[in-house]
């Protein structure tokens, strides 16, 4: 798959927790990675309440090993600057974790906002993927992410491109067999947009989507193998889908990640 020349670009994006980078954007980033541009990654926690699957190390909390998961996860898919907000995580809707003095959720979306937009300045950056303003599937992280990056956006005239899922799309291709599924089912909230919402999709190669599929098993204390098998993996995971930001009521015209190819199947009819 042709790769444009995206060099000089700088494209930040703003996730709630580690692996949400892998899970949501890994074909991206690695694809604009490999087309030049300067990817900067900025995890607002540490993903405190994500628990680990496997035994930790003596004296190794939970934050310790998925940050070590993420830094590798985020060597694979290209990233050239990796900056941690050091928020905790705020844990499934209507749980204790809200309440959290350090919790995302909590935070004031103003500074966090300006948090950001200094780094998007710092940075150069003229690109800001983020949550969309549902957080996907409703987790107070993934909303306060898209608060922050929508003020960011908005105080920098940076273009936002809006991580979501094509849950039509996902009933079709592969029923129950993302990682979102299970999270919904256990915040009890539904989740993404019907395929007539979504501005863009962004595929990639056999290569990239190994490379994606490696970075999310770089997640081991959270995602076991057997949840993303290969044979079903391109169904399930071959596609990473985005609104574009909005200003003053207006979706701007194609950006950055188009520039990828957009295969989204309604592109040219909307």
């Known amino acids: 798959m042709h790769n444009p020349d995206l060099s000089g670009e700088t494209v930040l994006a703003l996730h709630a927790h580690p692996d949400d980078e892998s899970i949501f954007t890994g074909l991206t980033l690695r694809r604009l990675a490999d087309a030049g541009a300067r990817v900067v990654l900025v995890m607002a926690t540490g993903g405190d309440l994500g628990g680990s699957r496997l035994p930790l190390g003596p004296g190794e909390a939970v934050t ?54 200094e780094l998007v300045d710092a940075e150069g950056a003229g690109t800001v993927v983020h949550d969309d303003d549902s957080g996907i599937y409703g987790h107070p992280d993934h909303r306060a992410a898209h608060a922050a990056g929508a003020i960011a956006c908005s105080l920098t005239g940076a273009t936002g491109y809006r991580m979501t ?62 949840a993303v098998p290969d044979a079903t993996f391109a169904a399930a995971y071959g596609y990473e889908w985005f609104l574009r930001g909005e200003r003053d009521g207006v979706a701007p015209g194609p950006g950055v990640l188009d520039a990828l190819g957009n295969a989204h199947l309604l592109t040219g009819t909307r």
């Open 165 to 226: 899922v094509d849950r039509e799309h996902l009933a079709l291709s592969a029923h129950d067999r993302h990682l979102i599924h299970g999270a919904a089912r256990a915040a009890g909230v539904g989740f993404g947009r019907v395929t007539a919402e979504i501005a863009v999709a962004v595929t990639g190669s056999a290569a990239d989507l190994a490379v994606k599929r490696d970075a999310m098993l770089a997640h081991a204390s959270q995602i076991d193998p057997a």
């Open 64 to 117: 310790d090993r998925r940050r070590r998961e993420l830094e590798d996860a985020a060597a694979l898919l290209g990233v050239s600057r990796l900056v941690l907000l050091g928020h905790r995580d705020s844990g499934l809707p209507g749980g204790p974790g809200t309440g959290h003095p350090r919790a995302l959720a909590g935070a004031d979306p103003v500074v966090l906002g300006r948090t950001v937009a």
